[in-house]
């Protein structure tokens, strides 16, 4: 079945300094990605997102390329804010062409903590 | 335009009771689906409701069941508390899911005890 497997955390950063989390996923077809960010105590909010192969997403800063051959989906920030703390999930849609099993559903990585300090 | 919305944001419940949560999607959105989180397992997908019907579903016991109404709006419900069912359960909604992406409400928190 579909997977997402990101980098472990917690990752612990210094303001200004530049941010990589590293997503691979493994999907039949040509899946779309996402990569979803997490406050505390709230829902998920859609960071950026690419549905074809060599796309970049991009977002507050945050940017993202769909690697077809290597099957990863890795988010970067050149220049991190304490604002940025909180969690982010890298999740996948299946294409569309994988059927029933895939209406609806995103699959989602375990999720990365991210700390920026001052 | 207004996004999702859950209701209530939190529940404590007693284990064996039941548990009804609602969820209005965006505007114009047709899917809904409902997902599961918790510190051990992660975001878990419960299943997906389009038009009234649900079209998929995850790997939940048949506690867990949901419904769509005309105007989008779905429920879910959970019978038989278990203390294991104490989770954030989060709602989506999309236009048509896949590429479109989907926008996440806040949750409900539920507690069992």
């Known amino acids: 079945g579909d997977s997402v497997t990101q980098m472990e955390g917690p990752v612990t950063l210094s303001e200004e300094a530049f941010l990589t989390i590293n997503c691979t996923y493994t999907a039949t077809g040509y899946p779309s990605l996402f990569w979803y960010v997490q406050y505390p105590g709230e829902g998920l909010q859609l960071l950026l997102k690419a549905t074809k192969a060599d796309d970049k997403g991009s977002n507050k800063g945050f940017e993202a390329t769909y690697r077809k051959e290597t099957t990863s989906f890795h988010l970067e920030k050149g220049s991190v804010q304490v604002s940025d703390s909180a969690v982010y999930f890298c999740?996948?849609?299946?294409?569309?062409?994988?059927?029933?099993?895939?209406?609806?559903?995103?699959?989602f990585g375990q999720g990365t903590i991210l700390t920026v300090h001052p | 335009k207004a996004g999702v919305t859950q209701t209530p944001r939190y529940l404590i419940k007693t284990r064996g009771q039941q548990v009804t949560l609602s969820c209005s999607p965006i505007?114009?959105?047709?899917?809904v689906s409902w997902y599961q989180q918790t510190p051990g397992q992660g975001l878990q997908f419960l299943f997906e409701y389009f038009s009234e019907t649900q079209r998929n579903k995850g790997n939940f016991p048949g506690r867990f069941s949901g419904r769509q109404f005309s105007n989008s709006r779905s429920e879910m419900n959970v019978s038989t508390l278990e203390l294991g069912d104490s989770a954030l359960y989060l709602c989506a909604s999309s236009f048509a899911g896949g590429g479109y992406g989907y926008t996440f409400g806040s949750g409900t928190r539920l507690t069992v005890v």
């Open positions: 505007s114009g959105h047709r899917s």
């Open positions: 999740a996948l849609s299946a294409s569309s062409n994988a059927g029933g099993t895939s209406y609806g559903k995103l699959t």
